[in-house]
């Protein structure tokens, strides 16, 4: 098993649970590309997944911060 630093994760995405749960969603995404094209993947696919994710080439996006950045928003627009 690949050992990943916790804090190269959590500084992307501060809760560790939120940020198991988007790795899984692309291991899964890697795994159903790679039985479509039918290609063997260098690794084990959790790994990549976890490489993917702390090179920032995972969409991410909390819908939560979202919505309170268009809240925000606004609510500027309103003021001017």
């Given at each position: 098993m690949t050992y990943i630093p916790r804090?190269?994760?959590t500084k992307l995405i501060p809760n560790k649970f939120e940020a198991i749960k988007i790795a899984a969603l692309e291991a899964r995404r890697?795994?159903?590309r790679a039985r479509t094209y039918n290609v063997a993947l260098p690794g084990k696919i959790t790994t990549?997944?976890?490489?993917?994710l702390i090179a920032g080439k995972v969409e991410y996006y909390?819908?939560?911060e979202r919505a309170r950045q268009a809240r925000l928003e606004r609510e500027q627009e309103?003021?001017?």
């Open positions: 804090h190269k994760v890697l795994n159903e990549l997944a976890v490489d993917r909390d819908i939560k309103g003021e001017e």
